[in-house]
């Protein structure tokens, strides 16, 4: 896994999309919570994590990104996690998560 | 010199097998060699950490590796109780170690040749001196002092006198403590202060450290220029060696956890530590549990080797059993409540002291000056305080009061006991580790040296915004660069453990991890600028929240209140640094609040020296050991991810397993503070399931405090839950050190409840 990964955004209109690397970590889900705050503070409404090249997500990474949600709650944003696969979204559930936020 | 002598003259141990104590046998080399400048050396040691074998080991060393300086090795016994009997044994000795040396003979030793024996052994060149000493020795001192005192001078001066012919000797003048006992007008350390402080032969004398360093700073005499060695108990590395060694010489199995145990209970005592190994092998047992350590530990207290040398040593200071009662009695019987006892006052205690042995106020001064220098006490000008640092001495006491002043049950003593000791042995470790990952706050703090300091080496806002997720060589911590925002940290004169200020702090943090650092905004020393740091290591998983930050807040200016600090700077540093919130909470308390890293970075920048153990492995089993930190928990992922797949596990199985692992290793590395950074992994297939093991070494996971110092984690410590959702059973396996788990997951899924 690559540790220097840098997080890739793309911008549409309110929405802000940032991709997680494939392994959600501590240090990774870091630097997606340090991105998705800047594009909140930027005034994106809607920030999506895509989880496309996501394979593996620990509990350090959930507990990060319910941080994120947090955020963006305080902003007035919403988050999407978008190409979750199915392994993800179980994690997901059981912790919680989707009480918090939608899934695509 | 050759390093090590091939047979053993005074030592008890081959040199091979004598541990540590590198440096001091180099120091003494030196000196006996004359590398090092001639004059005095004190040892200073602390009681049974070994000075008698280190001095007895350069000895025989001196007397097989070389020709030049004649070694004399003489012991001071309480046996002597005078100095003129210590003084005649003195000569006696220096003459017969001569002669044994001239002839290498050390056998002369075991003959026990009688004075006149000796004189015709005597070589040729030594004849005339050696005779002129021993027609001294055979003069009959009249009872005047000052005959008896030149007697005795006479007889102390013999090195001198050698020397004058050209036989050069290395005086190492042991046990010197046992001195105090002596009566008689002559004292002893004063004639052996006032001889040798005119000689220019380089000399040793050793004893307890309590007694030698004040012996020689008083009286009329004063070996102000004699430098000073010492001697400490083992550290932590090379007490275990001597575990290690010794459990290999007497047979008996140990294994990592358990040797950590008995190097940490012992503090690094080699006296002790072989009792122990000494009483396994006699027992023909094994020491390779925590029970099995601490059910002997107790049998050694109770009449075994350690209880025996302790009574030893009371007696030895207090013949008389009501005395010894009383000592106990003072020692043991706290008010009720306090962890540690507190310092009495002296006036109070003789007050009290009901014992016809021990009346006058002579007599107890007496008794109290032998127990500080055994180091039963610690003595002060006006108070007496319990040695509570010392493990070992407290059992025995609190064995000895139960069972003497409260008469209670023996066999309900050793069992609570027993108890008490298997639920302090994985403590005992967890306070280890936690002192061994401490970062060094006051070492930090002593450093500071009124240099200017990158703020973002202290203040977590600047770190975060500036250089969180930068590497090692992005962060610009050199103090050339101009443009960075700097702190001017006060020049330090005097560091501390916050406990030693204020002793409730201790409720709240381990002694290691926050410090007292008192000095001087400016190097002009005037009281305006004098300022106080109070810094304090605080747990939290994330970024330490305002509660957090608050809590400690409160607690470290109680201790600047207590103490009377006016002017202070509180430091806090959190593994993660600080939320917002909290930092916004530390700027209106005036405190820094750092993260380890910046720590770590601010050691580095300041050039401070931070002083920083595996089961092997054993039909479908498969054992991996992965360094903790660095994902490396992926690469066990990736290991069982083939495994599983080989005894078609499904792939959403698969992947829960890896998960669960993965959440595993994460808790190993987080929660450990490993000693060895190693994650045990035992993965074994069996028909129907897959078991996987992980264990580390380190903390317990039931010693994780849990206090009020450690808020609410909020969303983290998912860990076990997820670990328990995944896999079908998990269980925590009881472990002397560290935690293992284990988790099975089935071929076919079972039906949770």
Known sequence: MDTEYKIPVQTSGETATVYASDYLNKLSGEKIERECRRQIDAGYKTIVVNFGETEIVNSIGVSILLGVIDAASGAGAKVVFSDVNEDTIELFEMLGLTNHVRVN | ?753
């Open chain 2, 1 to 753: 010199m050759s390093d090590s002598p091939s047979n053993k003259i005074l030592a008890t141990v081959e040199a091979k097998d004598f541990i540590g104590r590198t440096r001091e046998t180099e120091m003494l080399l030196r000196r006996a060699d004359g590398e090092a400048e001639s004059g005095g050396l004190l040892l200073l040691s602390a009681p049974h950490a070994g000075a008698t074998e280190l001095l007895k080991q350069i000895y025989d060393r001196l007397f097989s590796g070389q020709s030049q300086v004649i070694p004399f090795y003489f012991a001071v016994r309480k046996s002597d109780k005078t100095a003129k009997n210590c003084a005649v044994r003195f000569l006696h000795a220096f003459i017969a170690q001569t002669i044994a040396f001239r002839h290498q003979e050390p056998k002369i030793f075991d003959a026990a040749p009688d004075i006149r024996e000796l004189n015709e052994l005597a070589s040729p060149d030594d004849a005339h001196w050696i005779d002129r000493l021993t027609n001294a020795a055979r003069l009959q001192p009249s009872s005047e002092l000052d005959t008896d005192s030149a007697f005795v001078k006479n007889c102390l001066s013999a090195p001198l006198r050698a020397a004058a012919h050209d036989a050069n000797s290395f005086v190492m003048i042991d046990n010197l403590h046992e001195a105090e006992s002596f009566s008689g007008d002559v004292d002893f350390v004063e004639e052996l202060k006032e001889i040798f402080s005119r000689s220019t032969i380089s000399f040793v004398l050793a004893g307890r450290r309590r007694f030698l360093l004040n012996a020689v700073q008083t009286g009329n005499t004063k070996l102000t220029a004699a430098k000073h060695l010492r001697l400490e108990p083992l550290d932590f590395s090379e007490a275990g060696l001597l575990a290690e060694n010794l459990a290999e010489k007497y047979a008996v199995r140990v294994n990592e956890p358990s040797r950590d145990l008995i190097a940490r209970q012992f503090g690094g005592n080699p006296t002790f530590i072989k009792f122990l190994l000494q009483a396994a092998s006699q027992a023909e047992m094994d020491l390779d549990s925590f029970q099995k350590i601490e059910r002997l530990y107790t049998d050694e207290l109770f009449g075994g080797r350690i209880g025996v040398f302790y009574d030893s040593v009371f007696r030895e200071i207090a013949p008389d059993a009501e005395t010894q009662k009383n000592i106990v009695r003072l020692l043991c019987d706290a008010p009720t409540g306090e962890n540690e006892r507190q310092p009495r006052p002296l006036d109070g205690v003789f007050k009290n002291w009901r014992d016809d042995a021990v009346s006058t106020r002579e007599d107890f001064q007496r008794l109290l000056s032998l127990l500080n220098t055994n180091e039963i006490i610690r003595l002060s000008s006006n108070t007496i305080e319990a040695m509570n640092e010392n493990d070992v001495l407290n059992d025995y006491l609190k064995a000895r009061f139960r069972l003497e002043s409260a008469t209670e049950n023996r066999v309900l003593v050793v069992a609570e006991m027993l108890s008490d000791f298997l639920k302090r042995a994985p403590e005992t470790m967890a306070k280890f580790y936690r002192q061994k990952s401490a970062i060094g706050l006051r070492e930090i703090l002593a450093a500071f040296n009124c240099q200017d300091a990158p703020a973002a080496l202290l203040d977590y806002s600047i770190y975060k915004d500036k250089y969180k997720n930068a590497a090692e060589n992005e962060i610009a911590v050199g103090g050339g660069d101009e443009d960075i925002e700097k702190i001017r940290l006060p020049q330090i004169v005097y560091t501390a453990h916050t406990a030693a200020f204020y002793p409730p702090i201790s409720q709240v943090t381990d002694k290691t991890r926050s410090a007292v650092a008192v000095g001087f905004q400016e190097p002009a020393y005037t009281d305006e600028d004098e300022v106080v740091w109070i810094a304090a290591e605080i747990d939290s998983k994330l970024e330490a929240s305002s509660e957090t930050a608050e809590f400690w807040c409160d607690r470290l200016e109680m201790v600047a209140l207590v103490c009377n600090f006016t002017k202070y700077k509180i430091w806090l540093v959190a593994p993660e640094g600080f939320s917002p919130e909290a930092m916004e909470i530390l700027r209106q308390r005036d405190a820094y609040g750092a993260s380890r890293r910046q720590a770590a970075l601010l050691a580095e920048f300041l050039q401070t020296e931070k002083v920083d153990g595996a089961e092997k492995p054993a039909a479908n089993e498969y054992e991996i050991i992965v360094p903790m930190g660095g994902d490396t928990e992926l690469i066990a992922a990736g290991a069982i991810e083939e495994i599983a797949r080989r005894h078609a596990f499904e792939p959403k199985a698969i992947n829960q397993i890896k998960t669960a692992l993965i959440e595993a290793c994460i808790n190993a590395a987080e929660h450990s503070l490993s000693p060895d950074r190693k994650i045990y992994q035992k993965f074994t297939v069996e028909e129907d399931k897959i078991i996987i093991t992980i264990s580390n070494r380190g903390l317990r996971l039931t010693d994780k405090k849990t206090t009020a110092a450690n808020p609410v984690e909020g969303r983290r410590g998912w860990g076990f839950k997820l670990m328990k959702s995944l896999m079908d059973e998990v269980k925590f396996e009881q472990v002397d050190d560290g935690t293992r788990i284990s988790m099975t997951k089935y071929l076919t899924p079972l039906v949770k409840e």
